[in-house]
């Protein structure tokens, strides 16, 4: 099978998923890689060492910035010439829209973060999680080229192997006028990011229930609890720092302002699926569980035995954060001799 | 500001979603506008609110599907449409896609139209992007700060190294994520408004397409192997003894 893998990356630093991409497509046949950006011949050489036999390289100022219509357009054009059966892209924020957008251009259709797949006679079946992983559905595209996003995490990093080469093919970007302009960015506060990380703590409501805690004068009822609870945060993040984990929240802790949106996990938020997932003063909502539930070891420290986080949980502790969070952190330095 | 809103009918996110004879079931949990519509609601609100103009919210489905309507309209929508076929159905992305951007078309002069970033029950969040596509618009997915000033606007949109910053002629499509702002609830007012409106149904051939043909199948449809886990619960001890042992058992699973 002829496959395309597109490799999202932001400033020559391509997310991860994409080599997983690169990966799978080599378990099919023969992989080109899309490396679309300007001075990114370095990300071709990379693609080339995670297996790529050629890339297609648009290497051009006018793609500097990812601008959904231009990618869109570059893309298009090269895969109407050169008919891929398989086109493959990260499922990541550009890769989930680019997809789409060539799919309407090539007039097929787009499996999107998918988990596993299979292929027969060059017809691929997937299986992707629906209901936020609270279901399970197979799927099939009967035109061409079969588009599928692939769920980061969830297949496998092919080595990498240093000053292995292939085909550069230089090619040129779509020319035109293309309605968006790239004002600028904005960065994360930084750390680790969730949908790529393999260790992930969390914090939910009960991170705001020391009672220990005496809040500065001046506040009001709702300040002094946000306030607790940033004090709670504070725990799960020297532990995240501990592991070189990302920083995870239930709704209920981002709906109460204790936490910034972005790092919500669940239905509403992202979907994740670390190795070890550390749930702390999360009680586990129907619609946190859906964003968690394919972490590999999952561990729950809350108060509340009853919790439902403890039937999804591999060990758990029935205690106070409070003490168990720094205690752990401790332990883990020690252990890990950080 | 002409301003279109597209939204969907759901199950409620906190419904116990399974598998029964092959067919997707929720049990008794209500549908409802799909939760990430109501913040592409509030967007369009909060845009004809600044400008002036007006809002229609649309949706494809069956008689049941108004409610996602009645939903907008009540928040504050100004009138609704239905579109609804009997060759509607197991759509998939780009089929729907082809579908409200022909609505859009048809509705005439839109400046502005809003999705949520996806529906919670096929989670593809394709949509929007595949909309714009199709209508030759920019795609201004993912936003969370929508600016407009005369005929362009500036948005901040969420990506995963933090927000990019793009600026883009009208008309253009957009989807919206939680950090937009909360979606306001319907008033008294407006309930009493949604229940009385008159919500027009358009068919394929008042839309003037034919029946947009899906590519994607679906073969099968599953519950998620059940994790057989059985928690070990650590106890005993001080705050560190526990603290030392958990530490001891997660290394074991030499995953870390």
């Known amino acids: 099978m002829n496959t395309w893998v597109y490799v999202d990356h932001f400033k020559g630093t391509a997310l991860p998923a994409s080599w997983e991409a690169i990966g799978v497509g080599k378990t099919l046949g023969t992989v080109k890689a899309l490396v679309f950006g300007s001075g990114v011949e370095a990300l071709a050489k990379t693609a080339f060492e995670y297996g790529a036999d050629e890339v297609l390289l648009a290497d051009d100022p006018a793609l500097a910035d990812y601008r959904a ?3 869109a357009a570059t893309l298009g054009k090269l895969a109407a010439d050169g008919a891929p059966d398989l086109l493959l892209f990260p499922t990541t924020t550009r890769g989930r829209e ?3 957008m060539t799919a309407i251009d090539l007039k097929t259709g787009v499996m999107v973060d998918v988990i596993a797949l299979e292929a027969a006679d060059g017809k691929i079946t997937v299986t992707r999680p629906i209901y936020a992983g609270k279901l399970l559905t197979k799927e099939t595209c009967s035109s061409k080229p079969q588009i599928i996003t692939l769920r980061g995490r969830a297949f496998p990093k092919p080595a990498q192997q240093a000053g292995k080469s292939g085909t550069l093919t230089k090619v040129s970007a779509a020319a035109g006028d293309f309605l968006t302009k790239v004002e600028g960015y904005t960065t994360a506060e930084g750390g680790v990011s969730l949908t790529d990380a393999g260790v992930i703590v969390s914090g939910g409501r009960g991170v705001s229930n020391n009672p220990a805690l005496t809040p500065p004068a001046g506040l009001d009822e709702k300040q002094a609890e946000v306030w607790r609870a940033q004090q709670g945060f504070a725990l799960v993040k020297d532990l995240a720092a501990v592991l070189g984990a990302a920083v995870g929240a239930s709704r209920a802790a981002v709906d109460a302002g204790y936490i910034p949106y972005p790092n919500q996990v669940g239905q509403t938020g992202k979907v994740v699926s670390p190795d070890v997932y550390i749930a702390c003063g999360i009680s586990g909502a129907i619609q946190h569980l859906a964003g968690m539930r394919t ?7 809350n108060k509340d035995a009853e919790a439902p986080i403890f039937k999804l949980a591999r060990y758990g502790v029935v205690g106070d954060l409070f003490q168990i969070l720094p205690a752990l952190s401790a332990a883990f330095k020690k252990k890990l001799g950080k | 500001m002409k301003i279109v809103v597209c939204v969907k009918q759901v199950p409620d996110s906190a419904a116990k979603v399974v598998v029964e004879n092959g067919k997707v079931s929720w049990g008794d949990a209500p549908l409802v506008i799909n939760p990430w519509d109501e913040y592409a609601v509030e967007a369009a609100l909060r845009q004809k609110e600044a400008l002036g103009g007006s809002v229609t919210a649309i949706t494809i489905g069956g008689e049941g599907s108004k409610d996602a309507l009645k939903h907008a309209l009540a928040m504050g929508a100004d009138d609704a449409i239905l579109i609804s076929d009997p060759a509607l159905v197991n759509m998939d992305t780009q089929a729907t896609a082809q579908v409200l951007a022909a609505a859009i078309q048809k509705i005439g002069g ?13 989670d593809a969040g394709l949509v929007p992007a595949q909309t714009a596509r199709l209508l030759g618009w920019p795609a201004l997915t993912l936003s969370s700060v929508i600016k407009v000033d005369g005929g362009s ?11 990019q910053i793009v600026t883009a002629k009208l008309p253009a499509v957009f989807s919206l994520t939680k950090d937009f702002g909360e979606p306001r609830y319907p008033s008294f007012m407006g309930i009493r408004k949604a229940s009385r409106a008159a919500i027009p149904t358009w068919s394929l051939a008042e839309l003037g397409i034919p029946a947009p043909v899906s590519v994607i199948a679906w073969p099968e449809i599953m519950n998620p192997p059940s994790r057989e886990v059985t928690c070990e619960v650590i106890s005993g001890g001080s705050p560190q003894e526990i603290a030392e042992a958990l530490a001891d058992k997660i290394l074991a699973e030499k995953v870390l």
């Open chain 2, 110 to 122: 839109v400046d502005m139209a809003f999705f949520g970033r996806q529906a919670i029950d096929g």
């Open chain 1, 69 to 71: 219509e231009a990618f």
């Open chain 1, 295 to 301: 972490s590999k070891v999952i561990v729950a420290i």
């Open chain 2, 153 to 163: 606007v500036k948005v901040e949109r969420g990506i995963e190294e933090g927000r």
């Open chain 1, 98 to 100: 680019l997809a789409g």
